[in-house]
């Protein structure tokens, strides 16, 4: 499903959303749409450097509803496209 939004997360702690986020990024240094996409980039590297599947397929199983959207967050995050970093990864592995 879709992730939950600001709102729902402070009311699940009890809190109002600005202090919530406002405490989130104290303790994470990001915001919580960051730390989410972080988290779905470091689980994405890894489907890439141990799998074969299309990244099409990643994109999916990290949350990502466009494959454009994941390769646009993917690039932000680890500075090259998931292809070429998964090229990367198998050419580093076999040497």
């Known amino acids: 499903g879709d992730p939950p939004s600001l709102e729902e997360m402070a009311a699940a702690v009890a809190l109002h959303p ?3 986020l406002t405490l989130f990024s104290r303790a994470t240094g990001q915001t919580p749409i960051a730390y989410r996409n972080m988290r779905r980039i470091q689980h994405a590297c890894h489907l890439l450097a141990t799998g074969n599947e299309p990244v ?3 994109a999916d199983q990290c949350g990502f509803e466009a494959v454009q959207a994941f390769n646009r967050v993917f690039r932000r995050f680890v500075g090259e496209t998931p292809a ?3 090229r990367s990864v198998r050419y580093n592995d076999a040497s």
């Open 18 to 20: 600005n202090y919530f």
């Open 56 to 58: 099409t397929w990643v």
């Open 84 to 86: 070429v970093f998964r």
